[in-house]
């Protein structure tokens, strides 16, 4: 598996976007309510029964894009809202066997931290490239000891 893709694409299992639609769902609820806007009112608004913005704010009906947007306006935040306070948690919810061979959760987590910190976008893909050019290497020796 390629590095850019274990590291960017952490959110490749089933476990893990159900737990972001139940993070997503409970972060609707919770604005919701502070805004004392009732399910129904927000349905009306969506164009929905109250019955699945319901399903929304449990996590069992995956919340579209479209429809995320539709939502965060209504309710008068940014989309980004409804992610906040996920953290790193998904480190731990990726399936082991998607894991490259050797990598504990720690490492990952701790290697996903850091690659994260890295502001700059060119940085970034310099690491990328580096670490591609690495495995590369130890492809072709391997290769030759075969």
């Keep these: 598996m390629e590095f850019d893709c274990w590291v960017g694409c952490l959110v490749n299992s089933y476990s893990f976007a159900n737990e972001v639609d139940k993070h997503v769902g409970q972060r609707i609820r919770q ?7 009732s399910q129904g ?6 164009g929905v029964t109250f019955s699945q913005i319901q399903k929304y704010e449990k996590g069992s009906n995956r919340v ?3 429809r995320l947007y539709q939502i965060s306006t209504f309710l008068g935040v940014t989309p980004n809202f409804f992610f906040e306070g996920l953290g790193n948690s998904e480190i731990d919810l990726v399936d082991p066997a998607s894991r ?4 504990g959760p720690d490492e990952l987590k701790n290697l996903t931290d850091a690659f994260a910190r890295v502001g700059d976008k060119h940085t970034r893909a310099s690491i990328v490239a580096l670490v591609k050019s690495l495995m590369t290497d130890l492809d072709n020796q391997a290769m030759r000891h075969n």
Excluded: C, F, N
């Design 31 to 37: 604005r919701r309510e502070a805004l004392k806007i």
């Design 41 to 46: 009112r927000l349905g009306r608004h969506l």
């Design 64 to 66: 579209g894009a479209g």
């Design 100 to 103: 490259p061979s050797g990598v």
